[in-house]
């Protein structure tokens, strides 16, 4: 089971490309729709077409993603604790943190550069709040996210030994507190005394992920235990999985009619949260049934993080280039998503390949740059 | 070529790269040699490589902490 992590790790790193590539696709659909038509941007009437329903179907479907990720991470967590010790050393912490934050920083830095040259300018503090809160790039705020989740460990890991149960529903009441604040504060029902509580909210502020992280590393330490449970519920985790599916786009869109906004950018709920748990147990339930290009998922997923920190700039770079040289392109959702796609994985991909090479300079290198 | 040779060649190639020569009792962990994704993809080397089958209750830090304790235990199984 624990080769399909690396699988699992995969198919999220796709999911996260798709995902992003979406993002795109709606700012095609929305506020570059000038390019193409004779509107005034923002322009919404796509909103309800196939190419609209198309888009937020993958949406749907692929936010499973950064649950994965993190249930991934804490997985590891238990690995990493010695059976002797009480506790993760705090040497692994470390360890951990410099091989997300020095990738991240180096390629935050190239993401400036890109920036500066295109007139965006920030002071010294502008730059540095942007790197804490991983805002350089839409997808970035995972680092920041991921590196406070490793600093909580000495307090998650004892907890997941001494009362796994606990843990869980303690997070759980958590993540289903900033769910509900989500909510309200999308809806525009947010009691006014609830207002300061919305600081607790960001994607990059622990809060909101916590669950995922604490359930891989309770999972770890009860994978036995979890094998046997999964086992006997693989076909209704699926069920599950399906119906949760759906019933999250329904939820979005009444979400999106009880905001009177023509639209509002991507948010979790809690059905979308249910559905990535539900997704990431079935695929665990499911480890003997063979998947197709099982061999290339699993060398992806153990390119991750060098894909997940290339790919921002990629997508951005390569959207831009077509709104400007081929703006039609922009109408054709499902022609724009491909040649997203494509790139968004290749290159990154190729640079890792290229820098990973026995003459390349840079291979002594390479995890600071990929990780 | 002895467990330990191939491991080493393996680990050296493709997660050092070149930055240290590994010794037999370096911390992969600790050091941020192995990472989760690292560890996952070892054990998938080792499967393929010795045709064996490494449980899951096996992947712990005892056996993964080091080459030399990741031979023995393979030499043990």
């Known amino acids: 089971m624990i080769r399909r992590l690396l699988l699992l790790n995969g198919l999220a790193i796709i999911a996260v490309v798709l995902n992003h590539a979406i993002g795109w696709g709606y700012t095609a659909m929305f506020w570059w729709t000038d390019r193409y038509a004779a509107v005034t941007v923002p322009n919404y009437a796509q909103i309800g077409s196939f190419d609209y329903y198309l888009l937020r179907t993958i949406e749907q479907l692929v936010i499973f993603a950064v649950p994965a990720f993190l249930f991934v991470s804490g997985f590891f967590m238990a690995i990493a604790t010695n059976r002797s010790r009480a506790n993760v050393a705090w040497a692994l912490i470390g360890a951990r943190i410099r091989g997300l934050a020095i990738p991240y920083l180096l390629w935050s830095i190239l993401i400036f550069v890109v920036m500066f040259l295109e007139g965006q300018r ?32 000495p307090l998650l890991v004892p907890a997941a030994r001494k009362n796994w149960k606990l843990l869980l529903i303690f997070t759980a009441i ?52 979890l094998k046997l449970i999964l086992a006997r519920t693989k076909w209704m985790l699926l069920a599950f999985a399906l119906i949760l ?25 809690l059905l979308d949260n249910l559905y990535a748990a539900s997704f990431i147990l ?23 993080f060098g894909i997940y920190l290339a790919h921002a700039l990629v997508l951005q770079l390569t959207a831009r280039a077509i709104a400007v040289l081929a703006p039609s392109l922009l109408s054709q959702q499902l022609l724009f998503q491909a040649i997203l796609i494509i790139p968004g994985l290749a290159i990154p991909l190729l640079l890792m390949s290229l820098a990973n090479t026995e003459k390349s300079p840079v291979r002594p290198y390479f995890q600071y740059l990929f990780g | 070529m002895s467990t330990q040779t191939v491991l080493t060649s393996y680990i050296q190639q493709e997660f050092v790269r070149g930055r240290k020569e590994l010794q037999p009792h370096d911390d992969l962990l600790n050091t941020g040699i192995l990472n989760s994704l690292g560890i996952l993809k070892l054990v998938s080397f080792i499967e393929d490589r010795f045709d064996i089958q490494i449980p899951d209750e096996d992947i712990v830090f005892e056996n993964f902490q080091s080459i030399h304790s990741l031979s023995e235990y393979l030499e043990s199984r």
């Not at chain 1, 997808?139 to 996210?145: A, D, E, G, S, T």
């Not at chain 1, 079935?282 to 991750?304: H, M, N, V, Y």
């Open chain 1, 282 to 304: 079935t695929f665990l339930a499911f480890s003997d049934a063979k998947i197709p290009f099982a061999s290339q998922l699993g060398e992806w997923g153990s390119r991750s």
């Open chain 1, 174 to 225: 958590i993540q289903l507190c900033i769910r509900t604040l989500s909510y309200l504060n999308i809806i525009g029902a947010l009691p006014l005394a609830l207002r300061p509580l919305m600081v607790l909210t960001p994607g990059w502020f622990f809060p909101g992920h916590l669950f995922w992280f604490a359930a891989g590393i309770v999972i770890g330490f009860n994978l036995d235990s």
């Open chain 1, 245 to 269: 599916f759906a019933l999250g786009m329904v939820e979005w869109e009444m979400i999106l009619r009880a905001s009177s906004e023509p639209w509002i950018a991507p948010a979790q709920t």
């Open chain 1, 122 to 153: 920030q002071s010294a503090t502008g730059y540095l709040r942007l790197l804490i809160t991983g805002r350089t790039a839409p997808p970035y705020y995972f680092v920041p996210l991921l590196i406070q989740l490793y600093l909580l460990s």
